[in-house]
C-alpha cells in the first residue's frame, strides 16, 4: 500500500499439487483503503480469478489475521 500516492496492488500465487509454482496475478488499484479492506478486496479478486481459471478445489491462505477472523466469523452465520 503506498498512501503517499493513494493506491494498492495485491498478489496471488497458485502452487500446483507438489508446493511448486504454477500460476501467479498482481493487481493495481487507484484508491487507498484500510488494510482489512485491502485484503478483503485481494481475496475477492482471487475467487473470481480462480473461477475465471475453473479451479475449485482449493485451499484459500490469507496472512490478515483480522480478515481470517472476520470471514470465519461471519461464515458461523
Given amino acids: 500500500m503506498f498512501s503517499d500516492q493513494q493506491y494498492f496492488g495485491v498478489g496471488i500465487c497458485i ?3 507438489q ?3 504454477f500460476k501467479a496475478l498482481t493487481k493495481w488499484f487507484d484508491y ?3 488494510p482489512l ?3 478483503a ?3 475477492k479478486e482471487a475467487i473470481v480469478w480462480l473461477g475465471e481459471l475453473g479451479l475449485s478445489m482449493v485451499q484459500i ?3 490478515c489475521k483480522l480478515a ?3 470471514i470465519m466469523e461471519n461464515s458461523n452465520n
Avoid: Q
Wanted: charged share 25%.
Fill in 32 to 34: 487507498y483503503p484500510t
Fill in 61 to 63: 491462505e490469507l496472512d
Fill in 15 to 17: 502452487p500446483n499439487a
Fill in 41 to 43: 478486496l485481494g481475496l
Fill in 68 to 70: 481470517v477472523n472476520d
Fill in 37 to 39: 479492506e485491502a485484503e
Fill in 19 to 21: 508446493g511448486h509454482f
